[in-house]
């Protein structure tokens, strides 16, 4: 079954083709590199083998070989995906066994106040409501999408940043920075009314954006890995644990 077209690759590759040429602070993608660095030096192992998955073409292949890297990372980049599940089992599979794979994307709550913002003023002008930000998955679902792909050990975390802006047009000049301005396959093609955008601008005060990365972990199966207990094998109470007296629900203190 073929998944839904989403996104423009082409025009998406020119987005971040630009990114790349224009002078701009790429703050988020910096932050996401720094996170991912760390969590690379906690595992406390020499990768020897790595590839980065930060584009991927019309097809949506990952390169390499099947079970030839240590680690896989990818920065920014697989929010933007038709197939966010097949290229996650594709990852997993290009993992030696007992490889790690690190990514991060955009998802949650990510610019919502522009999407709000967008559809609000579409609204009062033209009655309807057109494809102007992209959709992000939840945390929780990406968590599943790990499973589901075959990764040992998943693990989905979200870190969230609020930038207040002086004006729509500095969030904008920021997005371009990233690449992330609208390449949806159904975006319009057409230069954003006048009306439309007095619309936008009176709708969108204070100018905030959130930015929500989630970051993903897992790794590839093998037998030397950490196995959850099944149900019912554990030794030790919780109450024991945490050092506390356990109650029943229904007991009374005081």
Known sequence: MTAPRIFDSAALARRRARAGRIAGDRFLAREAEENLSLRIAAANRRFESVLRVDALDADETVPGEDASFDLVTSTLSLHAVDDLP?????????????????????????????????ATAEIETVGGVSPRVAPFADV???????????????????????????????????????????????????????????????????????????????????????????????????????????????????
């Open 86 to 118: 097949g290229a996650l089992v594709q990852i997993r599979r290009k993992l030696k066994p007992d490889g790690l794979f690190l990514g991060a994307l955009f998802g949650g709550e990510t610019l919502n106040e522009l999407r709000d913002a967008f």
């Open 140 to 254: 929780r679902d990406l968590g599943n999408l790990l499973q589901r792909a075959g990764f040992a050990l998943p693990v989905a975390d979200l870190e969230r940043t609020t930038v207040n802006y002086r004006d729509f047009f500095s969030l904008l000049r920021d997005l371009r920075a990233h690449g992330e301005t609208n390449a949806l396959a159904q975006r319009s093609r057409k230069f954003l009314p006048r009306r439309m955008l007095a619309a936008l601008l009176a709708s969108y005060r204070p100018v905030r954006a959130t930015f929500d990365i989630v970051y993903l972990t897992g790794w590839a199966p093998h037998e030397s890995q950490q196995k959850p207990l099944k149900p019912g094998s554990a030794t030790m109470r919780l109450a024991d644990a945490l050092g506390t007296t356990e109650r029943s629900a229904g007991e009374k203190t005081g």
